[in-house]
């Protein structure tokens, strides 16, 4: 989800900078880079097939990074952006866990092998971002009234 960030009259650049410095922002970019040098050293590596989640997280973190950034997640209200988040953190953190924990069984070379230990630092961190993520979910919600108003 968002954090609450000033919001200036600034261009859109001066937004991504303000929006970096927030929590959310340097999970986000902590995020980007692990899977940055994950897709690097699976890429060198000589089974490059596991660069499909580290690209495909690449991109949903820099996508939602921009989304949050630039205030578009409150333009379309119709999207629940909170779980639409928390969800991609939740499976990011699943399957990078996963991903890593074969690749590590599997032993390759040594950029392999690197890949995979970033891939479980980087499942860490998904998971720390999902469980941020729901607590500022669930500390949005308003439980129902359970007394009627009514005279009986």
């Known amino acids: 989800m968002s954090d609450p960030a000033p919001q200036g009259n600034g261009n859109c650049m001066s937004q991504v900078i303000s929006y970096s410095k927030t929590r959310k922002g340097i999970i986000f970019v902590a995020e980007s880079v692990l899977c ?8 060198a590596s000589r089974t490059p097939g ?10 949903f973190c820099i996508v939602f990074f ?3 950034a630039v205030h578009f997640n409150q333009q379309l209200s119709f ?3 909170g779980w639409t988040d928390f969800l991609r953190a939740a499976i990011g953190c699943l399957l990078f866990i996963i991903t890593s924990i074969i690749s590590l069984i599997n032993y390759g070379d040594g950029s392999a ?3 995979a230990v970033f891939g479980l630092i980087a499942g860490i961190l998904f ?14 919600h308003q439980p129902a009234a359970t007394e009627t108003t009514d005279d009986v």
């Open 127 to 140: 998971g720390y971002d999902a469980y941020n993520t729901f607590t500022q979910l669930r500390r949005k």
């Open 36 to 43: 940055l040098i994950i897709v690097i050293c699976f890429a």
């Open 113 to 115: 092998v690197a890949g």
């Open 66 to 68: 921009v989304i949050f």
């Open 79 to 81: 999207i629940h952006w």
């Open 50 to 59: 596991y660069l499909g989640l580290a690209i495909t997280e690449l991109v």
